[in-house]
């Protein structure tokens, strides 16, 4: 996967987050887990959605800028690492939000990516 493909789906996966987050914390089930972020949430959707994009967008650009350094690569891979456990949460969050307990959530989630894997390897 080229430099760019991974900035960009580091942004889109910021992207979604932003849109998940804003989901989950307007209907009542989760809250933000960052301090500054969830102020910013508070101040309304707009400031949150705008500066998070702003920071990953940034985030992206200069992880694909110097992509040729070791450190960013390391740095690429450990974001989007991140970022992909982070969707995992989210799932489980949906599920949850849809009647399956939350441990049971994350056991399916858990299962199927294992499944997943399999059938990738």
Not at 5 to 24: I, R
Not at 59 to 71: D, G, I, N, S
Request: glycine fraction near 10%; aromatic fraction near 10%.
């Amino acid at each position: 996967m080229s430099a760019l493909t991974k900035s960009l789906l580091l942004f889109l996966l910021n992207w979604l987050d932003a849109q998940l987050t804003l989901v989950w914390v307007r209907a009542g089930l989760a809250t933000e887990g960052n301090g500054l972020m969830g102020r910013l949430l508070e101040a309304g959707n707009a400031p949150f959605l705008l500066t998070k994009l702003a920071v990953g967008a940034c985030v992206a650009y200069a992880l694909y800028r110097w992509a040729h350094l070791p450190l960013a690569q390391r740095g690429m891979k450990l974001v989007l690492g991140l970022y992909i456990g982070l969707m995992f949460v989210h799932a489980a969050t949906g599920l949850s939000a849809f009647g399956l307990p939350a441990p049971d959530a994350l056991a399916y989630l858990v299962h199927l990516s294992n499944n997943l894997t399999l059938a990738l390897f």
